[in-house]
């Protein structure tokens, strides 16, 4: 019974064969045949029955010391959390990209306004090195694992003011940077790109 | 109050430590000191003259000297004046205006900052916009517009 996958009752597919998570190829987290989507097919009465078996063989694997990353690793990078630092003119078209209009919540990504509660940080602005070292004790109070994005061309290697004697040139001098978005500013549809691309750089490398 | 009135009251107080009294697009004028005299020359034209409000304080490097220099505005006579003096550039120091205008606080700062003056006497003279620690006055002529690798070693070595 070790790993094996409970399959829904009364589901409409034909229930899934047996796997191991851990074996299984990333992609198939999350598609139909695996559990974590056909609990949507279940009633209220079947769910508590199938979420208990699905978590205790989880918690089984997990004893056997196989890891379960891929199921993290699918459930994290759907729900990413960033931290947005909006210090200059890409802050208002990181806010577009978060309003009615390009609705990045449709990812899962919601902005939080606490490191402590982030897993990602966006730098959406100019750094000046007079507030570097707080980006640092911005990035360090972030709970592990985490990313970050550098949105617009200031945040990824200073931009127009590269040379300015203030300004940090590439906030990857300060912290380590996972995806660089071009653009002065980027537009929502370029944030958004960016999101999905950190989500399969995730889905890649692993968290 | 004409320019030539503020000349004369100036002169007959200061005597050949006030440099001259030019004209200025758009202000009363524009009062050149000798830097000995400041603070006293500032209490006068607060007390006296009415110069409620110091608007800003500013700096220049011109290379062989240094210029600072003061905007008052007069509530009562609805003008501005420019106050200025030059400074040597191997030993820039200044009473603070702080006492008389705590305005002053804030753009002292910056001139320290960015063009290096000295004001004596400012309560709090820090750095404003760069960081504490960093080797430069970037306003100067004499600062190079670095390759940012370079700038980033040189603000890292303190
Ligand atoms: S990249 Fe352009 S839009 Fe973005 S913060 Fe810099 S100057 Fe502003």
């Given amino acids: 019974m070790s790993g094996q996958v409970p399959a829904a009752p009364k589901a409409g597919n034909p ?23 056909e609990i949507e097919t279940l009633r209220a009465r079947e769910f508590i029955p199938a979420a208990k ?23 994290g990078r ?46 959406n ?3 000046t090195w007079k507030v ?44 380590p940077v996972d995806v660089y978005i071009a653009g002065c500013p980027p537009r929502p549809e370029n944030m958004l790109d960016g999101i999905l691309r950190l989500e399969q750089l995730i889905k890649e490398r692993g968290a | 109050m004409k320019r030539d009135e503020l000349a004369a009251s100036l002169t007959a107080r200061f005597g050949d430590r006030i440099l001259g ?30 110069f409620v409000h110091l608007t800003m304080v500013g700096a220049t490097d011109w290379v062989d000297h240094r210029e600072v220099f003061y905007v008052l505005w007069s509530d009562a006579d609805l003008v501005y004046v420019l106050l200025s003096t030059n400074l040597p ?26 063009v290096g003056v000295r004001f004596e006497g400012h309560p709090d003279l820090r750095r404003i916009f760069m960081p504490e620690g960093y080797a430069y006055h970037p306003l100067l002529r004499s600062f190079k517009i670095h390759e940012p690798e370079d700038l980033e070693v040189k603000v890292r070595s303190d």
């Fill in chain 1, 125 to 127: 602005g100019t750094v």
């Fill in chain 2, 21 to 50: 009294v030019d004209a200025f697009p758009g202000l009363l004028g524009r009062v050149r000191f000798d830097s000995t005299i400041a603070l006293e020359l500032f209490r006068a034209f607060r007390d006296d003259l009415k």
């Fill in chain 2, 89 to 114: 550039p191997d030993a820039p120091t200044i009473a603070s205006a702080v006492p008389i205008w705590p305005s002053a606080n804030a753009h002292e700062r910056e001139a320290w900052d960015l």
């Fill in chain 1, 53 to 75: 078996e699905a978590l205790s063989s989880l918690l089984k694997e997990q004893a056997e010391g196989k890891l379960i990353r891929p199921v993290f690793n699918w459930a």
């Fill in chain 1, 132 to 175: 570097a070292h707080k980006l640092i004790t911005l990035y360090e109070q972030m709970p592990e694992p985490k990313w970050a994005i550098a949105m617009g061309n200031c945040a990824t290697g200073g931009g127009p003011f590269r040379t300015a004697y203030s300004v940090v040139p590439g906030v990857d001098k300060l912290i």
């Fill in chain 1, 78 to 123: 759907n729900s990413l959390f960033p931290l947005h630092w909006g210090l200059a003119c890409c802050a208002i078209e990181f806010a577009a990209a978060f309003g009615a209009r390009w609705d990045a919540e449709r990812f899962g990504v919601v902005p939080r306004s606490s490191p402590r509660q982030c897993d990602l940080l966006i730098v």
């Fill in chain 1, 15 to 37: 229930p899934a064969a047996p796997a191991q998570i851990a074996d299984m190829p990333l992609e198939v987290i999350g598609q139909p045949g695996v559990p974590f989507v």
